[in-house]
């Protein structure tokens, strides 16, 4: 039987919005205060749901183990203090949440491969959240 | 359709072992989970039903009648259990939460009459949970 299992996990960063194709003026009315030159930080929760049939023998979509050392060596040790904007895939694309999302999504639909990858939500504030569940999600309008 | 969700609380103990592996592989893959003594969890959980609002109670469904299933066929039996050793489903089966989860879908399922049961989730804690959606 199908299930989905989701995990949540935690790291603190900072980052600025700010876009090099705008003008200074055109920055500050899209991102205002969030293009605070010396940028700003925030604690990001990020849940990671993935799917598979519940194995018969260890009752499991997949062991926790793996999903954790996964998670914690590609993603939390690599944004956990770190300032996103000087990231690789933050040098043309701004740092919001939404281009976290994918950002994050595609690091784990690349190496982790002991269950399906359904989605990625990161709560950026406990106001706001964001999800992201891959393009076919976004053609089949799921 | 709308969608109508139920929460619950309940607390059991459980732990994770397999008896067709060794005690190594049950604690290589379990990690500290096999403790056979067990461990204890406040688990959350979610009963989403669907259907048309009727339109003369203005319900999806009458949230009396899925409380009482609710308490009669999980937390009755569920609440302040050993899982591994007081609920039948889990004397063969281990009791993760994708096996309860779809252990509480089961027994909810068939006795749900109005509504039409739509996904069951199961916090075990706050940054873990499982759904189940009855998808074969």
């Keep these: 039987m199908k299930a989905h299992l989701t995990r949540r996990y935690m790291f603190s960063a900072s980052h600025r919005l700010h876009s090099d194709e705008m003008s200074a003026e055109e920055n500050l009315a899209t991102y205002g205060k969030c293009n605070n030159p010396y940028g700003h930080g925030h604690n990001y929760m990020v849940e990671i749901t993935v799917s598979g049939a519940v194995d018969e023998q260890m009752g499991m979509v997949c062991n926790l183990v793996d999903l954790d050392g996964f998670v914690g060596r590609e993603i939390v040790e690599r944004y956990d203090r770190q300032h996103l904007n000087l990231l690789v895939e933050f040098k043309t694309n701004v740092p919001t949440t939404e281009n976290l999302c994918v950002a994050i999504y595609e690091i784990v639909k690349r190496g982790f491969h002991r269950a399906h990858l359904e989605k990625v939500r990161i709560e950026e504030t406990m106001m706001n959240s964001f999800e992201y569940a891959g393009e076919e999600s976004l053609v089949a309008g799921r | ?136």
Aim: net charge negative; aromatic share 12%; glycine share 4%.
């Design chain 2, 1 to 136: 359709m709308v969608y109508l969700t139920r929460k619950a609380e309940f607390s059991a103990s459980h732990y994770y072992h397999n008896s067709a592996l060794t005690p190594e592989e049950n604690a290589r893959i379990f990690g500290k989970c096999n403790n056979p003594n067990g461990h204890g969890h406040n688990y959350t959980l979610e009963v989403t039903v669907k259907g048309a609002v009727d339109p003369k109670s203005g319900f999806v469904v009458d949230l009396k009648q899925l409380k009482d299933v609710m308490n009669r066929e999980v937390l009755d039996a569920l609440d302040h259990r050993f899982l591994n050793k007081e609920v039948p489903e889990f004397f063969s089966q281990i009791p993760t939460t994708e096996n309860l989860a779809i252990a509480i879908w089961q027994r909810l399922e068939p006795k749900l009459k109005a509504a039409q049961l739509h996904r069951v989730r199961v916090y075990e804690t706050p940054d873990l949970f499982v759904d189940f959606y009855g998808e074969a």
